[in-house]
């Protein structure tokens, strides 16, 4: 069992919309991955996800109750294989947090991305564009489960 943790800075946009369309992809292509999601800061904690999130995920039948922000802990550090920041400010933030034997399971998300590799996922809470957050969201799934597969 590998273990996933989506991180941005809210907790409320981005990576909430990761960690569901990845529960979603995971239960069809039947694969052992258990994902989850968390905020590099606190200001959202305790909130539910943004209205624009929310939207994405309802129209693709995608539970979303249980979506809840909350900030990472040290001991996530610990208990997830895979830390995956959204953009590169959240990389950042986790890289100063995390203890040093867990720097190495750190990753920018759409790192795995051919071409794309160094880019970010824009934040819609700044630029409202939900379905540009989905579709980047979409295009790396495939190759993160190939790659999170083949460290089992
Ligand atoms: P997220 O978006 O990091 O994708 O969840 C944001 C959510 C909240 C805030 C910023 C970004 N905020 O400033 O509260």
């Keep these: 069992m590998q273990r996933v943790l989506f991180v941005c800075l809210g907790n409320i946009c ?3 919309m990761a960690e569901a369309l990845f529960r979603q992809a995971i239960s069809k292509s039947g694969s052992a991955i258990q994902v989850d999601s968390a ?3 606190r200001w959202e904690h305790g909130n539910p996800i943004h209205e624009g999130t929310k939207r994405i995920l309802q129209a693709r039948s995608c539970p979303t109750e249980n979506l809840v922000s ?4 040290t001991s996530d550090f610990e208990r997830y294989d895979w830390i ?6 959240n990389v950042k933030d986790l890289r100063a947090i995390a203890p040093k034997d867990a720097q190495k399971k750190i990753y920018l998300y759409r790192s795995v991305v051919p071409q794309k590799e160094t880019e ?15 579709q980047l969201i979409e295009e790396g799934i ?10 089992q």
């Design 14 to 16: 981005r990576s909430p």
């Design 39 to 41: 905020a590099t800061s």
């Design 70 to 73: 909350r900030q990472i802990t």
């Design 84 to 89: 995956i920041g959204m953009d590169h400010q």
């Design 120 to 134: 970010d996922i824009p934040d819609p809470w700044y630029t409202g564009n939900f379905t540009q957050t989905e």
């Design 142 to 151: 495939p190759y993160w489960i190939k790659k999170i597969e083949q460290n």
